[in-house]
């Protein structure tokens, strides 16, 4: 009995002899079966395998053996006690159509096994050939090997050498600032990329030859600290606008702003320091220029601050 001729043969006699889904589902299992034990003239099967293979339940598989033994497409009998019936496939084709179809099972291991083989190796073969060919441009064109090296460079280095070209001229504790921002920033989610790090880094490096490296590094502490999403810059150009002007020093008088020279009573010829000039001297921040020149003030007229 040959498997594909019974389908055909069975979907052809269905055309003028149509069945339940159940039906046809039965007749499905029983084939399978017949076909598993190599096409044996009878063949018996537990009712259990039956409702597995065909996922119909035991009292519709007793009325669909029924229709399919009426229909004279399997023959079956009972058997006493709990033994499996015995079931018998009845072919619909004829005998020519046996002779002319050869079993499909061994035609296609033996055909498909080699050409898959073949397959594999020529396509391995090809990859292996294709990773030696330069990639191509949009137009076609080999790429020239400046374009490959881009392609092929690792982001994450080129972030490295950005950092390093950028942070060449600052101290170490600035760099740790920078990186503890950085790490900050990548806490959040929020990692930068090429051109946002180098625009970072060269506002810092601008920003620490105008206000200092203490204030940077302190604005960049404080962000961190409130939980800001940038630097806030802006706070040290404020800072500085709300500083003193440094002093102006006219014959034996320190003026601590230009708004107010001449006003006398800063540091008098007799040494004496006014309240303004021990609060800027006792301030307790890094010495500003400012604060510089009044510790040399002090210094020159032998005065001490008191507190």
């Not at 190599?38 to 409702?51: A, N, Q």
Request: charged share 30%.
């Amino acid at each position: 009995m040959n498997y594909i001729s019974e389908i055909k043969a069975f979907y052809d006699w269905l055309e003028c002899n149509p069945l339940d889904a159940t039906h046809i589902s039965l007749w499905h299992g029983l084939m399978s079966i017949a076909n598993k034990t190599g096409w044996r003239e009878e063949f018996t099967v537990p009712m259990s395998t039956l409702e597995l293979k065909t996922g119909i339940k035991r009292t519709n598989l007793y009325k669909a053996r029924n229709k399919l033994q009426q229909a004279g497409l399997i023959s079956f009998r009972e058997r006493e006690g709990r033994q499996s019936a015995i079931y018998k496939i009845l072919s619909l084709c004829t005998p020519d159509e046996h002779k002319s179809d050869t079993p499909v099972t061994n035609e296609r291991q033996m055909s498909d096994t080699p050409v898959t083989r073949e397959y594999t190796i020529n396509k391995l073969n090809k990859t292996k050939l294709n990773n030696d060919i330069p990639p191509l441009s949009p137009t076609g064109e080999k790429a020239d090997e400046k374009t490959v090296e881009a392609d092929n460079k690792n982001p994450k280095d080129e972030l490295n050498q950005i950092f390093k070209d950028g942070c060449a001229g600052f101290t170490e504790s600035l760099k740790q600032a920078v990186k503890d921002w950085i790490a900050y920033k990548a806490e959040k989610q929020d990692k930068y990329k090429s051109t946002g790090l180098k625009n970072l880094l060269a506002e810092i490096a601008n920003s620490v030859k105008t206000y200092g490296e203490t204030a940077v590094i302190e604005v960049i502490t404080q962000s961190m600290a409130a939980n800001y999403k940038g630097i806030v810059f802006s706070k040290l150009k404020n800072n500085y606008n709300s500083q003193p002007n440094p002093q102006t020093v006219q014959g034996n008088s320190v003026y601590h702003s230009q708004d107010q020279a001449p006003n006398p009573g800063a540091i008098q010829a007799n040494g004496e320091l006014t309240e303004e000039d021990l609060y800027y001297l006792n301030k307790d921040v890094e010495e500003t220029p400012y604060e510089k020149k009044m510790r040399e003030l002090e210094e020159k007229f032998n005065v001490k601050a008191k507190v």
